[in-house]
């Protein structure tokens, strides 16, 4: 089992940038994929971001596409996502995830195994 604990998330002006990070614990963290969800109030958690377990693949869903990165460093079993050019509608709470697959790849919630605690981010206008 691994254990996932992210990084504080914040409030930051519409336009700004914020990077969340994510550490691993429990398992070879460079044997799995990991990836980034969030969940909007009202709405159901949706799939944001995923890089494989040796980090040189990577896909993100449209709307994040040319604004946020996410990357890894296997030396740090650590995760991160760098957000830039945020938009109030990016306001949510995000979420780590690794898969539960050893070397596998997935984009859907059920593909990953163990989650991290959450963060907030809003973005205001």
């Known amino acids: 089992q691994v254990q996932l604990v992210q990084s504080a998330g914040g409030l930051v002006q519409a336009g700004g940038s914020l990077r969340l990070s994510c550490a691993a614990s429990g398992r070879t963290f460079s044997n799995y994929a990991m990836g980034w969800f969030r969940q909007a109030p009202g709405k159901e958690r949706e799939f944001v971001a995923a890089i494989s377990w040796s980090g040189a693949r990577t896909t993100y869903v449209d709307f994040v596409k040319g604004r946020f990165t996410i990357s890894r460093d296997n030396t740090k079993n650590t995760l991160y996502l760098q957000m830039n050019s945020l938009k109030p509608e990016d306001t949510a709470v995000y979420y780590c995830?690794?898969?539960?697959?050893?070397?596998?790849?997935?984009?859907?919630?059920?593909?990953?195994?163990?989650w991290g605690q959450g963060t907030q981010v809003t973005v205001s206008s």
């Open positions: 995830a690794v898969d539960g697959r050893c070397t596998g790849w997935g984009i859907f919630a059920a593909d990953f195994a163990s």
